[in-house]
């Protein structure tokens, strides 16, 4: 869908020539200014870095400005940029609200949604803004707890519809997607050199730490538990500051963080399913509506990983 908001000249005949601006174009502008960098825009959009940089230069050329500068290795929006964001917000904003209302019945209802920490900072919050501008007026409350704990509420029907990880005793209604589950270090630490390999993982009963455990021992490589915590953020900032190694889903890899693969001497983890679980009985239209959303983003979901050097 195009919207026709710049008056760019005025041709021989004194009428002014309107330039039609992509709204994908202003989706993938506000990505970067949302989260700060091309890189992490690429994973919001699903796009490469190169698709992106392309799309933000035909962007500039429609609107016969700079959008951005150069600021050492950095790019920070100039003036003009800045002054886009507000314009670019309401544009795809009420793209989004016409779109609805005219492909979509109206919706309408409470929703609650459970997932496990780790998936609700990574990807979630992304998936879900687009879903509450396609329908305002369903509200989703969130709870964020283990895959046990959500599949157990889910069942009592404590919680409408919940995605989690498909393992032990978790066995997942609607399978959204496979995911590797790989080994993390720090890209400017190097925990994972270690004679004694400091490992931040979950919990005793998490199928993640159990498996990253078993490899270990089938390696009989030495390693103490640094960290043991539910806490997908603890495991994280463990992580990241070189404290220990971690193991997370190929999606929940953030940037600066390596993925030990086995030319570091790291044995495979192996996969698991994530998927959606829902409340017993009838479902209803806007849990139907979120249930194939989430299902749709994340099998679209493109994680972006370095390997370590």
């Given at each position: 869908m195009y919207?026709?908001i710049?008056?760019?000249?005025v041709?021989?005949t004194?009428y002014?020539?309107i330039?039609n601006?992509d709204?994908?174009l ?5 990505a970067i200014?949302?989260t700060?960098?091309?890189?992490r ?5 699903h796009?490469?870095q190169?698709a992106?940089?392309m799309?933000?230069k035909?962007?500039?050329e429609?609107?016969?400005v ?9 790019s920070?929006f ?6 886009l ?6 544009i795809?904003?009420f793209?989004d609200e ?6 979509k019945p ?7 949604f459970g997932?496990?920490d ?6 979630l919050?992304?998936i879900?803004a687009r879903?509450a501008?396609?329908?305002p007026l369903?509200?989703v409350?969130?709870?964020c707890v ?8 889910v069942?009592r029907s ?5 995605l989690?990880?498909h393992g032990?005793d978790i066995?997942?209604?609607?399978p959204v997607?496979r ?5 993390v270090?720090?890209?400017?630490h190097?925990?994972?050199?270690a004679?004694?390999?400091?490992l931040?993982?979950?919990h ?6 159990s498996k990253v455990l078993?490899?270990l021992?089938k390696?009989q490589?030495?390693?103490?538990v640094?960290?043991s915590?539910?806490?997908?953020n603890?495991?994280n900032a463990?992580v990241?500051q ?6 997370m889903?190929e999606?929940c890899v953030?940037?600066?963080m390596?993925?030990?693969t086995?030319k570091?001497?790291?044995p ?12 017993p ?5 806007a849990?139907?509506?979120l249930?194939r ?5 994340l ?11």
């Open positions: 919207f026709m710049l008056i760019t000249n041709d021989d004194g002014a020539m330039a601006l709204v994908d202003l989706k993938t502008f506000l200014a949302d700060g960098s091309f890189t825009a690429a994973e919001e959009v796009k490469t190169s992106i940089s799309q933000m035909r962007l500039e429609l609107l016969g700079a959008l951005f500068a150069k600021d050492g290795r950095m920070r100039t003036p003009d940029g800045e002054r964001v507000d314009y670019a917000r309401r795809v904003s793209n016409v779109v609805s209302a005219f492909t109206e919706l309408t209802g409470t929703i609650r997932t496990p780790d998936y609700a900072e990574r990807f919050p992304e879900l879903f501008r396609t329908h369903i509200t409350d969130v709870d283990g895959s046990g704990e959500l599949f157990a509420r069942k404590e919680i409408d519809l919940a989690v990880t032990c066995i997942t209604d609607e997607r995911e590797q589950l790989v080994w270090t720090s890209m400017r190097a925990a994972h050199m004679e004694v390999l400091p931040a993982v979950s005793a009963g998490c199928e993640w730490r078993k490899a021992d390696q490589r030495k390693y103490r640094a960290y915590t539910p806490n997908s603890a495991v463990a990241m070189g404290l220990a190694v971690g193991a889903p999606l953030r940037p600066g390596r993925v030990l086995e570091d001497g790291f495979p983890l192996g996969s698991f399913d994530i998927g959606l679980v829902r409340k009985g009838k479902s209803n239209k849990i139907d509506a249930a959303h989430v299902s749709e983003s099998s679209n979901y493109q994680p972006q990983m370095v390997a370590a050097e």
